[in-house]
């Protein structure tokens, strides 16, 4: 099983497969729009706007499993971080990540990476790195701000 045998939705409903990221590196985010980490966006676009040109996508997964804080539609969803903090990176379908229902790529992305207390997903903005071979080589917790993930990525886009 590989990173590349997934396929997802994005946020108009249309399947993408991972393998389309293949010989990329890869920041992969469950995020929210009402929570106190959601500025965390601006971070993130920061390092998409300084690294897409050498090979670096961010997957944006809006979940609303955490309080539901990321009650709206796919595309209020979207707008909003279009309009708000000027997002240009990819925006999929809102999805599970946790429980019986979540989608099978974080499924696979937590058994590849636990976390401190386990492989579950405790909040937004839990991120993991996969380098440009497919492999999930680092799992962050949502408190870890883009700018501290930023050494990781550079040294991946260098290999």
């Not at 500025?39 to 040109?53: A, S, T």
């Not at 990321?70 to 946790?98: L, M, Q």
């Not at 962050?140 to 991946?156: G, M, Q, R, S």
Request: net charge negative; aromatic share 12%; glycine share 8%.
């Amino acid at each position: 099983m590989s990173i590349y045998n997934f396929t997802v939705k994005d946020a108009s409903g249309l399947d993408v497969s991972i393998k389309d990221y293949e010989g990329k590196v890869l920041l992969i985010v469950n995020t929210a729009t009402g929570c106190g980490l959601t500025p965390q966006y601006e971070g993130l676009q920061d390092l998409y706007d300084k690294y897409q040109d050498q090979g670096f996508e961010i997957l944006d997964f809006p979940s609303n499993q955490f309080a539901n804080q990321a009650p709206g539609s796919d595309d209020e969803i979207k707008s909003f971080c279009e309009t708000r903090f000027g997002v240009t990176f990819k925006i999929f379908h809102k999805i599970d990540v946790n429980g019986d229902n979540a989608d099978p790529l974080f499924t696979y992305l937590k058994k590849e990476k636990g976390g401190m207390l386990g492989s579950n997903i405790k909040w937004n903005f839990t991120k993991f790195l996969v380098n440009k071979k497919g492999e999930v080589v680092k799992r962050f917790a949502p408190t870890d701000v883009p700018e501290k993930i930023e050494n990781d990525i550079k040294k991946l886009l260098s290999e």
